[in-house]
């Protein structure tokens, strides 16, 4: 039995592969605008969530608070995710571009989900006062509203 091999769908397919090196996404906070009064940015706010800072107000500490990597802990990396991405970019299912701001948009909503559900270690007590209530990274919105995904293609618009 002969095996007929449509060209044209090894063009797509070659297409899609070319596509997909390279090509990214990333999910975090962006840009430079300040998040407070001293200039600092929200990435940098987020930062000192993370991993932990000693910073301003007298001997006030901010202890470690690891939204964001324990976002990919409990995901387990995005494996199957990415597999998925793959599969449906390379069966023409899919665009990379496609597929790939699917999966930062799912990374940036359970970073969301997990910076909303952070509560140890509790705001110290002058926090509490200050804020009104002991929602350890939740104050304004911003850092929660700031989390994005951005995808880079490259290759071309696909």
Not at 13 to 22: E, S, Y
């Amino acid at each position: 039995m002969a095996v007929k091999l449509d060209k044209k769908i090894l063009q797509k397919l070659k297409r899609n592969v070319r596509f997909m090196d390279g090509s990214n996404t990333q999910t975090g906070f962006f840009g430079a605008k300040p998040h407070d009064s001293k200039g600092n940015t929200t990435a940098t706010i987020a930062l000192w969530q993370e991993y932990g800072t000693q910073v301003g107000r007298g001997n006030s500490k901010i202890p470690e608070r690891p939204f964001m990597s324990s976002t990919y802990i409990k995901a387990g990396n995005y494996r199957s995710s990415l597999v998925k991405a793959a599969r449906d970019i390379l069966t023409g299912k899919s665009t990379t571009k496609t597929s790939l701001d699917k999966l930062g948009k799912k990374v940036a909503m359970d970073m969301q989900l997990s910076l909303w559900a952070w509560s140890t270690p509790p705001n110290a007590d002058s926090t509490v006062d200050r804020k009104g209530f002991d929602f350890p990274l939740v104050e304004t919105m911003t850092l929660f509203n700031s989390i994005k995904s951005r995808t880079k293609i490259n290759g071309g618009k696909k």
